[in-house]
């Protein structure tokens, strides 16, 4: 998932200094790495503190066939 929006968010940039709309200054060439910083605090590491850890217990229900 970070992979992926960070991959839009280079496309756009991309298109955006294509057509002139952005300049391509210091502050945008440093732009994708403090924008994969906030993807990484806003969304890898909030993952990882809800993930499940310890013994898990599968249980299948019988479903009826007909």
Do not use: Q
């Amino acid at each position: 998932m970070i992979a992926a929006l960070f991959n839009v968010y280079l496309v756009i940039l991309f298109g955006l200094v294509r057509l002139h709309i952005v300049p391509f200054n210091l502050f945008w060439k440093c732009s994708p790495a403090i924008v994969l910083v906030l993807l990484m605090f806003g969304l890898f590491i909030p993952m990882g503190w809800g993930a499940p850890e310890g013994p898990v217990l599968v249980i299948r229900t019988p479903c009826d066939s007909g």
